[in-house]
């Protein structure tokens, strides 16, 4: 096996690892495809109660039997509608769906105000959840265990809730593609008996747009993830930081996401406008100077205070005594023998390279036409002012004449 396919299979297990890490998110999606509804358990004096989700056919039925309630009879009627068990009876739907009914009568009706709001506010977190699936519906959609949850379950049975539509749509929609890929490798064998370039060709296009959809399908769950930890990204509004009388804007999500975002960055980059990021690694770069700097001149009143200055130092003199090849072998017989040379570093390699860090300037520049980094040196200003010739000439529009 080369080192790209270990490298390729070493970023598919990553993939694999963080994608069974997150799969927790998508829980209420889950339950929602297999069971068809979500639950809320709560007790009412003792008495466990169980309230679920509607589908939408309970949903109109529910529209037309609160069509002329008040806004707490809407509310009771949507509690008695909800209501999935009651101390371990599993209220199921009989005479014609009037299970709602008789609850309403028999329970929810009697419920003071006070009583109706607090459990109305678990209904309310119920179809917050629902709709917390829908937006994470698609990126549980192009994760790998939902294709194969699809593969052992198939098409929900029943009348399916929003989540089981959208799901069922889209793995329906796979299917297709897999069927329309099989005919197409079939295709470019018989295309690859003829010629063997237009198969390689045909293999370029579909490993090209295969790489499209997996692009998409990563960016649409990093957008699920970022708006699950985050919120929307129109809510997330930026802190402003004032650090030495200078106020910075500090964004809360600061990766580009799109290409305009991108472009705008590179291009401040290049005037060498600095952010707060900037400000904070100049700091950081200033501190660690400053503490390096205190200890060299610590370091030198120590070696000052132990040797005293340069009337109370040591004293003497040097001599320069020279010796002959043959009386050098005499005192030391080694010192003819050829030996490599070495040399010791005073400080170690990471304290050098971190000094090295530290000294480097960071400056506005861009990557050159041959892949380096190359420094925007600013044009050359003509002493009488005006535009150059260089300038006019660049701004010329070539024509053809006949």
């Not at 130092?313 to 070495?342: C, F, H, S, W």
Request: aromatic share 8%; net charge negative; charged share 30%.
């Amino acid at each position: 096996m080369d080192q790209e396919a270990l490298l390729r299979e070493a970023a598919e297990d990553t993939l694999r690892r963080e994608a069974d890490a997150r799969r927790f998110l998508y829980s209420d999606v889950e339950e929602m495809i297999q069971r068809g509804f979500l639950t809320q358990h709560f007790m009412v004096e003792g008495v466990p109660v169980v309230l679920r989700t509607l589908n939408p056919r309970e949903v109109s039925d529910l529209l037309l039997r609160s069509v002329q309630s008040n806004e707490i009879n809407w509310m009771r009627h949507h509690i008695a509608a909800s209501v999935y068990m009651i101390n371990g009876y599993a209220i199921e739907p009989q005479y014609a769906s009037n299970q709602a009914w008789y609850v309403y009568n028999e329970w929810v009706k009697d419920l003071h105000y006070e009583q109706v709001l607090v459990v109305y506010a678990y209904i309310t977190g119920l179809r917050n959840r629902v709709g917390r699936a829908t937006r994470i519906v698609d990126a549980f959609c192009h994760e790998r265990y939902s294709r194969s949850l699809w593969r052992m379950s198939g098409t929900p049975v029943g009348e399916r809730n929003i989540i089981q539509r959208l799901w069922a749509a889209y793995n329906e929609s796979e299917d297709r593609y897999d069927a329309d890929i099989r005919q197409w490798q079939h295709t470019r064998s018989v295309v690859g008996s003829m010629s063997g370039k237009g198969a390689k060709s045909l293999l370029e296009a579909e490993n090209k747009w295969e790489e499209k959809r997996q692009r998409r399908a990563q960016r649409t769950i990093e957008d699920a993830v970022n708006w699950l930890i985050s919120g929307e990204k129109e809510d997330q509004k930026p802190m402003l930081v004032t650090v030495n009388g200078q106020t910075y804007e500090v964004p809360k999500v600061h990766a580009a996401q799109t290409i305009e975002e991108m472009e705008s960055e590179m291009m401040r980059a290049v005037r060498g406008e600095k952010d707060y990021h900037d400000l904070l690694v100049e700091q950081y770069k200033e501190g660690h100077r400053r503490r390096l700097e205190e200890a060299r001149q610590k370091q030198q009143a120590a070696l000052a205070a132990a040797w005293g200055d340069d009337e109370g130092g040591l004293r003497g003199e040097t001599r320069m005594v020279g010796y002959t090849p043959e009386q050098l072998a005499e005192i030391n017989p080694d010192m003819l023998k050829k030996k490599p040379n070495t040399q010791r570093a005073a400080v170690s390699p990471e304290q050098e390279r971190f000094t090295e860090y530290l000294d480097t300037e960071v400056k506005v520049g861009w990557i050159g036409m041959g892949g380096t980094p190359e420094a925007a040196n600013p044009a050359p200003q003509r002493k009488g002012g005006g535009e150059s010739l260089q300038d006019k000439i660049s701004r010329r529009a070539p024509t053809l004449k006949q």
